[in-house]
T-cell receptor
């Protein structure tokens, strides 16, 4: 059973600080990794994807992938109250059509 | 806005009934995936349609069935509804088959089974 694990939180971070979200996955063969943001009652929206080991930056967001340790993380710099949401990690499964999702981490940015 | 639309937004049904949910994919996308998201959980993959054919299926019983039309819009049908079917149903479109492609989600249909 392929799994993606996330700490459910809530993770509380002061406004302006760096929020660090982590995700571990069980399938060593996974190649594609996605971070989605989901506001309460809304559908997930794609923030970033990463395929290669290392860091990928996009504005205030940085995704980090370490395939040897089987984890992927998302850093949010200069956190804003509008970043308060649930962050979902998704990984491609061993079937080429499927994404496997974590349960999400609830992030709260305190003004 | 992703350009993916779903209807209806909300739906209330009783146990044993049947329901059809609809999804229009983003322009240029030929693949639609359906997910079930229970409260406090991540999405669970139901199935994917690529060019009108089922391209893969998750661990859902046969009473969950689907269809994709020539314009790549899609339907999810659920027969013999159970209380545990209450969830947010999401469709996501992408430009090619495979779980390693960026998927863009519609707003979802909130189904309540009483």
């Amino acid at each position: 059973q392929k799994e993606v694990e996330q700490n459910s939180g809530p993770l509380s971070v002061p406004e302006g600080a760096i929020a660090s979200l982590n995700c571990t996955y069980s399938d060593r063969g996974s190649q594609s990794f996605f971070w989605y943001r989901q506001y309460s009652g809304k559908s997930p929206e794609l923030i970033m994807f990463i395929y290669s080991n290392g860091d990928k930056e996009d504005g205030r967001f940085t995704a980090q992938l370490n395939k040897a340790s089987q984890y992927v993380s998302l850093l949010i710099r200069d956190s804003q109250p509008s970043d308060s949401a649930t962050y979902l990690c998704a990984v491609n499964g061993d079937s080429n059509y499927q994404l496997i999702w974590g349960a999400g981490t609830k992030l709260i940015i305190k003004p | 806005e992703t350009g993916v639309t779903q209807s209806p937004t909300h739906l209330i049904k009783t146990r044993g009934q049947q329901v059809t949910l609809r999804c229009s994919s983003q322009s240029g996308h030929n693949t639609v995936s359906w997910y079930q998201q229970a409260l406090g959980q991540g999405p669970q993959f139901i199935f994917q349609y690529y060019r009108e054919e089922e391209n893969g299926r998750g661990n859902f019983p046969p009473r969950f069935s689907g269809l994709q039309f020539p314009n790549y819009s899609s339907e999810l049908n659920v027969n013999a509804l159970e209380l545990d079917d209450s969830a947010l149903y999401l469709c996501a479109s992408s430009s090619a088959s495979g779980g390693d492609n960026e998927q863009f989600f519609g707003p979802g249909t909130r189904l309540t089974v009483l």
